[in-house]
T-cell receptor, first 113, second 107 residues
Framework: DAGVTQSPTHLIKTRGQQVTLRCSPI?????VSWYQQVLGQGPQFIFQ???????GRGNFPDRFSARQFPNYSSELNVNALLLGDSALYLC????????????FGPGTRLTVT | KNEVEQSPQNLTAQEGEFITINCSYS?????LHWLQQHPGGGIVSLFM???GKKKHGRLIATINIQEKHSSLHITASHPRDSAVYIC?????????FGAGTILRVKS
């Protein structure tokens, strides 16, 4: 079985632009979580989606939004990009809601110039 | 004060040494996770604990719920164990991560 996949792997954007990151969970997993990891720090929770509904949200501005599709894949959108949004964006899937072992994707490295 | 504190921040060991990484947290949790992150970013889940002790190969994880403390032990360390080890606690619908411990095992 394929693991969690994310696309694209790398992305360079300019301040003020908008970006969409994509995540496909492991087959059968219904929960997807998004995390931001700034260089040198631990990941920070952004969102959790389960059965296409937002179930948890971290301390991020409204510029960050996400959605989950009927096939349980997910998109993370960031509007009005700032330099500080440069980070590794990680997606993780799990069978159900917490607490369940989470399986992480390889991440999307976003650079904002 | 961070909700999850890890120590040490950096650790260098000789091959074969016994290694301990500690994690303390300040909130009530439903589970604690130990994760491994290699250069390039990929994260692998090592353990998920809600009580007691778990062992997988040379790795052992323990948790003391009353003291809000967990340890990750690596026996007979090897250079391939070099990575960042991250403790994360689960409460509500989110994971809160520690800053990670950078481990380097020298041959």
């Amino acid at each position: 079985d394929a693991g969690v996949t994310q696309s694209p792997t790398h992305l360079i954007k300019t301040r003020g632009q908008q970006v969409t990151l994509r995540c496909s969970p492991i087959s059968g997993h219904k929960s997807v979580s998004w995390y931001q990891q700034v260089l040198g720090q631990g990941p920070q929770f952004i969102f959790q989606y389960y059965e296409k509904e937002e179930r948890g949200r971290g301390n991020f501005p409204d510029r960050f939004s996400a959605r989950q599709f009927p096939n349980y894949s997910s998109e993370l959108n960031v509007n009005a990009l700032l330099l500080g949004d440069s980070a590794l964006y990680l997606c993780a899937s799990s069978l159900n809601r917490a607490p369940y072992e989470q399986y992480f994707g390889p991440g999307t490295r976003l650079t904002v110039t | 004060k961070n909700e999850v504190e890890q120590s040490p921040q950096n650790l260098t060991a000789q091959e074969g040494e016994f290694i301990t990484i500690n994690c303390s947290y300040s909130v009530g949790i439903s589970a604690l996770h130990w994760l491994q992150q290699h250069p390039g970013g990929g994260i692998v889940s090592l353990f998920m604990l809600s009580s007691g002790k778990k062992k997988h190969g040379r790795l052992i994880a323990t948790i003391n719920i009353q003291e809000k403390h967990s340890s990750l032990h690596i026996t007979a360390s090897h250079p391939r164990d070099s990575a960042v080890y991250i403790c994360a606690v689960e409460y509500g619908n989110k994971l809160v991560f520690g800053a990670g411990t950078i481990l380097r095992v020298k041959s």
